[in-house]
């Protein structure tokens, strides 16, 4: 999808009409490949079957598709990233030091990699239409998410066992698929279950300065951090932003020339007023 030649043009109602036109066999097809959902009434209004369509790719479990379908929903979900609209690192102002801060749906940026709040499982979101990051990103990736998560994750549990998780703070890298961005970054953040604690402190640091080695390891010059931890995981907003962007800061300290570019990618606007102190 980022080599795609198209993306940095402006969406035209021809290609608004592509997508639509790519909807309706989709959602057919995923409903045929569900099994049990296939006699499912389809919606006949586009924003009734593009529910359904990420609501049978949320509950979907890591199995091959059909060749011909998953070109079909390739061309689905390009055609969406191209609606809804792709952001460059040249869209982005610098703040300092190249950190930048940019409020919005991650899955539109086009960086090297962008950084997913999973959970342990690292397998996705499965609640239908849920929208946390995790739900949005595979969403968006396609099935093939999932599906090289799922890879991963069975190559582990022969190696460790197969009661394996994922533990925080340890990231996982695959490719992006139809997202904009090349590589997805998986990272399982602290549950703050009562109070907050200083190791619980000390693991969403880990978890930035983890990410940023794993950039440098595998040359990823560019990345967007979420929020990782809060909302669902209960870590404070306001505690984890300082935290994020002193760990950020340092890591690029000890490590100058490494990244081009660390964006904070946050939704909220309280987070957004947060991260703006911190980055004065």
Known sequence: MGSDARASEPFSKERFMESKDQLLPLVEA??????????LETPGDVAGQRRLLRSLMNIRMPAPLPAEVLL???AYLQARAREKGIVTLNDLPVLHDGLSLWQGDITRLAVDAIVNAANSQMLGCFVPMHTCIDNCIHTFAGVQLRAACHRQMTALRRKYGPGYEQPTAVPLLTDAYNLPAKKVIHIVGPIVEGALTEALAQDLAAC?????????????????FCCISTGVFRFPNQRAAEIAVREVESWMRLHPGVMDR???NVFKDEDKEYYERELQ
């Open 30 to 39: 995923f409903k045929a490949d569900s099994g049990a959902y296939a006699h």
């Open 72 to 74: 079909s929903q390739d």
């Open 208 to 224: 930035y300065r983890n990410t940023l080695d794993l950039c440098r390891e595998n040359g990823l010059r560019s990345v967007a």
């Open 262 to 264: 660390v964006i904070f």
